[in-house]
């Protein structure tokens, strides 16, 4: 890969707003995050008739220009996470005028097709593609882009953010809206107003903290990493470390597969017992994981770590609007015994465990237990360090992120590319519209081909 230039992109200077100094407080829910490694994603765009001219005369004036319009929406994201003082008692997001997004345009001679595709690749061919954030010990950026022309193929924009400041829900918020502004043109300027779906809520006052989680979990993370600067914003080295051998794939579970899951389990059900959640998210989870463990393999007995993270806007009280822009999930794992799920009613097992997760965040009791939430992940991390099978989810079908068009067309393929380093499968609607939904992973070449195969056959 070939990087022609990094600039940076500052929210447009037409406004007044772009001219003012502010700052944002973390909430408890950002500071769960504090120390989790950067999300990485990746929006590939078909375009056969690209060629340099076309690339630096038309697509990029419009992708800068859009994205300094959408900064004005976004003025956070054009900021940094930054520690003041030591009389501060938890890191801020702060924006200064003149702050922006880091923004590097680059070559590749890659393969785009097998990038944008399916099928199975090396992990690591996909890292140039994303750029790296700036991580000090005082100061962090937030996000930082970038976007990679493959010649006579078509380009893809890669997003780097940084988990502390931003969930799943946000990041695509901003993409769609940058996505709009792009696609208005002229009509997209500095002045115009976003759809309310893309116009993000920042007010924090929403996310109540009376037991001062936020403290709380910031002091468990700075133990936890035992930093000699225990301020330091940088993200520890030993989280997400990509494995040797490790290589990605995209399955894809159709309306048709989800259909024949869902009467698989149904035919197994004891119905004198209560009616399960057989949602195409807990359909989707529990089928992947199920091939996970067995694809893994070893002792019945070894425990895995596993579930999801969820979204509380709507599960708080009082809920917090749809758009609110910033950290708004919380995990819902456990530990279970593989041979759970490597039984022949695995699949059924994994049903029951989800729905009955999310029945428990229905009955309004989503924050218990808070206080132990962070300490008894960072346990598991450590244990997951060794031979723990890990899964958890990044992404969701209900994201569309298909949806992010910038005027050239819906993407072909959209990555989670640092699922690599977290052990999280990437979960997002299928390209085609069909109501199916792709799975993204990452495994070692072996375990993948095991899992292929259990994959394939198990629903078909």
């Known amino acids: 890969m070939r990087v022609l230039e990094v600039t940076k992109v500052t929210p447009s200077s037409h406004s007044p707003e772009s001219a003012a100094d502010f700052s944002f407080p973390l909430t408890f829910l950002d500071a769960f995050w504090f120390k989790f490694p950067p999300v990485e994603r990746l929006f590939f765009y078909r375009l056969p008739e690209i060629n340099h001219n076309f690339f630096s005369s038309e697509i990029l004036p419009k992708l800068k220009t859009s994205l300094s319009h959408t900064l004005l929406h976004f003025l956070p994201l054009a900021g940094n996470l930054t520690w003041p003082s030591p009389d501060v008692a938890k890191p801020i997001i702060r924006y200064t005028p003149n702050d922006g997004v880091s923004f590097t345009v680059a070559e590749s001679n890659g393969d785009f097709d097998r990038l944008s595709g399916n099928q199975t690749y090396e992990a690591n061919e996909s890292h140039h593609l994303v750029p790296p ?116 794939a ?77 950290n708004c999930v919380g995990p819902r794992w456990q530990a279970v015994r593989a041979r759970d799920f490597m039984d022949k009613n695995g699949l059924a097992f994994a049903v029951k465990k989800l729905s009955d997760e999310i029945k428990d965040m229905e009955k309004g009791q989503v924050l218990a237990g808070a206080e132990n939430k962070l300490s008894s992940l960072l346990e598991l991390v450590k244990e997951s360090a060794g031979s723990l099978q890990s899964i958890s989810v990044a992404g969701s079908h209900r994201f569309n992120v298909y949806e992010s068009d910038f005027g050239w067309g819906k993407p072909k393929k959209v990555e989670i590319v640092s699922i690599d380093r977290t052990g999280a499968i990437s979960l997002a609607e299928s390209a085609d519209g069909s109501g199916g939904v792709e799975i993204g992973l990452a495994l070692m070449k072996r375990e993948m081909e095991i899992f292929a195969s259990l994959f394939i056959h198990g629903c078909s």
């Open 250 to 326: 995209t399955f894809q579970l159709t309306r048709e597969n989800i259909e024949i899951l869902r009467e698989m389990v149904v035919s197994k059900w004891d119905k004198s017992k209560p009616p399960i959640h057989l949602s195409t998210f807990v359909l989707a989870l529990a089928y992947t994981t199920t091939c996970m463990v067995k694809a893994r393999g070893g002792e019945s007995d070894r425990n895995v770590f596993w579930g999801f993270t969820a979204d509380y806007r709507s599960r708080l009280d009082p809920p917090v609007p749809e758009n609110y822009f910033g």
């Open 133 to 248: 954030l700036k991580l000090f010990d005082d100061t962090a950026s937030i996000i930082a882009l970038q976007v990679t022309l493959f010649l006579n193929k078509g380009f893809c924009i890669g997003i780097t953010t940084h988990h502390t400041v931003l969930d799943g829900k946000s990041t695509v918020m901003f993409v769609k809206a940058w996505a709009h502004t792009c696609r208005q043109g002229e009509k997209g300027n500095s002045s115009s107003s976003l759809p309310i779906e893309y116009t993000p809520f920042f007010d924090r006052c929403v996310i109540k903290d009376p037991s001062g989680l936020d403290i709380l979990y910031l002091n468990q993370w700075l133990a936890f990493t035992a930093s000699s600067d225990s301020r330091s914003l940088k993200v520890p080295q030993n989280l997400g470390v990509v494995p040797h051998d490790l290589v990605r």
